[in-house]
């Protein structure tokens, strides 16, 4: 997964090439097969800020091979791109690919969800991610990092609704905003998200773009806003991480009260 904001329009192609060398070569961790066609090669995504809107690519084909991704052109300021690795070979196709949208809110997702959230997404043969979303969107009243924050630990502690779920990595926006979710329950060195910021510019990508040191992985529980505005952080425990004081620093929150 890769998503970034900005305080100007910038070129999607470096992270549409990101997205590309995802698929073919992302995150092989130990215990992971290596899968004929790149780690991630069953369909990918994207979704771009033009206007008031959200306009969304979605396809069933590798991006590394799939010549509608490097032929892709677009210029924005906000940006979701993702790569699946499907669990079950039987969804792959574009609609099930990620992003997805549920009324304004635009959602990526690393991992699993089980209970009454996989088994609906079972029951109507759409992704658990989609009966997520729903279900997040139709919860999140106060559209603010605050509101974000405490509708996913409602969520996400209810193991009725979601079971034992493998990891809830996410992106989300909506109108002006982008966040950036990590929590995972198993297989952490899997299931990562890193964080670059600075220069007007905000980067979260499963693994390090580039090589500069200024990439740092975001906790277990931490929620990150990405969008524009005065840099500011509350916490409900844990320890902050480093920030600077100039916009490109993104306000964080930990939600320690997850189980």
Excluded at 61 to 69: E, I, T, V, Y
Excluded at 76 to 87: E, K, L, N, P, Q
Excluded at 174 to 184: E, I, K, M, P, V
Excluded at 212 to 235: C, F, I, K, N
């Amino acid at each position: 997964m890769i998503a970034f904001s900005s305080n100007e329009p910038r070129d999607v192609a470096p992270y549409l090439a990101s997205l590309a060398r995802f698929c073919q070569s992302g995150n092989l961790v130990a215990g992971w097969e290596k899968r004929k066609g790149g780690n991630h090669p069953d369909g990918w995504g994207v979704a771009c800020r033009a206007g008031d809107e959200i306009r969304m690519v979605k396809r069933g084909n590798p991006a590394a091979s799939d010549p509608h991704l490097s032929d892709m052109r677009a210029v924005t300021d906000r940006f979701i791109g993702h790569v699946r690795y499907a669990s079950n070979p039987n969804t792959v196709c574009a609609a099930n690919s990620h992003p997805f949208q549920v009324l304004g809110v635009t959602l990526a997702h690393n991992g699993t969800f089980y209970g009454k959230v996989g088994a609906e997404g079972d029951a109507r043969k759409v992704s658990d991610t989609v009966v997520f979303l729903e279900l997040l969107e139709d919860r999140w009243v106060e559209r603010t990092m605050e509101g974000l924050s405490e509708t996913l630990r409602g969520i996400l502690s209810d193991r009725e609704l979601v079971g034992e779920y493998s990891a809830a990595n996410l992106l989300i926006a909506t109108g002006n905003d982008l966040f950036a979710f990590r929590r995972f329950h198993r297989n952490g060195e899997y299931y990562t998200l890193y964080l670059k910021s600075g220069d007007g510019l905000a980067v979260v990508a499963s693994e390090p773009l580039d090589a500069d040191p200024g990439w740092r992985l975001l906790a277990d529980g931490e929620l990150v806003e990405l969008s524009q505005g005065a840099p500011r952080s509350s916490y409900d425990g844990g320890t902050p991480a480093a920030r600077s004081s100039h916009w490109g620093a993104p306000r964080s929150v930990l939600l320690t009260a997850l189980p």
